[in-house]
């Protein structure tokens, strides 16, 4: 990461990526007065709708991305696949306060791993594997159930398999599941799974039985670090249905839980001397202990109740950082429930706006609707969270999901 120089309001943000964290990371500069460009392929796209201008082109598109950075100030992105060594290619015109290396970290799981386990934090016993036969001895030690992943391109699930039996890991040879199913397109390039025997790269992770899922934010403008609280998160179908803040074993910030979370939190934020927000996905296991699952180097859905009930949100956080502005501590104003509306769930909330002024409704304005994407979200302020979250499923709106 490079040294960060305090950004003063007029200069100009680019973000690579407008979908909604773009948009909320947009906003949040408005507020500070920068001025906003934003790089997608879908014109109008949510950041699009708040920032400045926008570059229509697809996110690896070397020139638009340089063109990018001729016009800003400083670069940021919304997500983690964004092509590192094209960013780096454009430092000589613009500022990269995050850097690089938090994304190459992060958009490998054995780099991410490996970080992780050399800052001393814990995580699910791994092991990388190649070939089938690095599959059979990672069985061998780690044992079953466990967790098969593709190192890259994986989200919400996609590109990862639990197996639970022998016959499971035999299968893997067979059916070589990230194939066909769409869901392994960025596992490995042609070249290594020819080499490999159709074999992506891969890490084998133990099973954690967890007591349940949880997160914490920190943000850093590479030299303070702050963080937000634990907050626990509840997955549908794999993707980020609920988010309870705090996490009820973490409400006092004193709790082990908070305590060796917001330890775990700044040893990382440290490690990477980070810029901009870093979301830390948490398994929280039944003897209270804590595990990191994985890293994302932006700020994360689990973060968006921070808009309502947090002295600072994490957008803000985030755009503090990469300005190189101080960070005061974030303070938890209100307990606070946050579920996603996908787009299954637009038309019956919307139904029902009318009727729940305790909603604080968010629509990222994307013009096409599609099952499981993430169109919006909400969140109530409470002081009985368990209680709000079953008002919440009460209304039926996430019926489907059940
Ligand atoms: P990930 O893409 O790594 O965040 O995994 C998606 C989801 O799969 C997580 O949120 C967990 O619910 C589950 N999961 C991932 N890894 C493990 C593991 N090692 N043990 C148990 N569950 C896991």
Redesign the pocket.
């Known amino acids: 990461m490079s040294e960060t120089k305090l950004l003063q309001p007029g200069s100009t943000i680019g973000i690579v990526g407008g979908g909604q964290l773009g948009q909320m990371m947009a906003l949040s500069a408005k507020y500070m007065g920068f001025r906003v460009g934003v790089l997608d392929p879908t014109p109008d796209c949510p950041a699009g709708q708040v920032g400045d201008w926008q570059i229509v082109a697809e996110y690896d598109d070397k020139a638009a991305i340089r063109q990018l950075a001729e016009r800003s100030d400083v670069l940021t992105y919304e997500f983690e696949n964004v092509d590192a060594d094209a960013l780096d290619s454009v430092r000589d015109v613009t500022e990269i306060p995050q850097g690089t290396d938090l994304l190459r970290v992060t958009q490998d799981?054995i780099n991410e791993k490996t970080f992780i386990n050399k800052h001393g934090i814990g995580t699910?016993p791994w092991r990388a594997v190649n070939t089938m036969d690095e599959l059979r001895a990672a069985v061998a030690e780690i044992g079953l159930p466990?967790?098969l992943?593709t190192t890259r391109g994986?989200?919400?699930?996609h590109g990862?398999f639990?197996l639970r039996t022998q016959a499971d890991v035999e299968q893997v040879a067979h059916t070589k599941p990230w194939d066909g199913t769409g869901h392994g397109l960025e596992a490995g390039t042609p070249e290594e799974e020819a080499a490999n025997g159709g074999f992506a790269p891969s890490i084998l992770?133990?099973?954690?039985?967890?007591a349940y899922?949880a997160s914490i934010l920190v943000s850093g403008n590479g030299k303070q670090y702050v963080t937000f609280p634990v907050v626990r998160n509840v997955?549908r179908h794999?993707i980020l249905h609920m988010t309870i803040a705090p996490a009820e074993h973490a409400a006092d910030p004193d709790s082990p839980l908070a305590t060796a979370a917001r330890d775990l939190a700044l040893r990382l934020a440290a490690g990477f001397k980070l810029a901009g927000t870093l979301g830390i996905?948490l398994?929280v296991l039944k003897d209270g202990g804590v595990l990191v699952?994985?890293l994302a180097p932006r700020p994360h859905n689990s973060g968006h109740y921070t808009i309502e009930a947090c002295s600072m949100d994490q957008f803000e956080a985030h755009v503090r950082g990469i300005a190189g502005w101080p960070l005061p501590e974030p303070k938890l104003l209100s307990h606070a429930v946050m579920v996603n509306v996908l787009g299954q769930h637009v038309a019956p909330t919307r139904a029902l706006i009318g009727t729940h002024p305790e909603w604080f409704v968010h629509d990222y304005g994307k013009a096409e609707v599609k099952h499981d994407r993430k169109m919006g979200h909400i969140t109530v302020l409470t002081d009985d969270t368990a209680r709000t979250a079953q008002e919440l499923e009460a209304t039926g709106c996430w019926d489907d999901l059940k």
């Not at 994986?154 to 699930?157: I, K, L, S």
């Not at 992770?205 to 967890?210: A, H, K, S, T």
């Open positions: 799981r699910a466990a967790v992943k994986g989200y919400d699930g990862q639990v992770e133990g099973f954690v039985d967890f899922e997955h794999n996905e398994f699952n994985e």
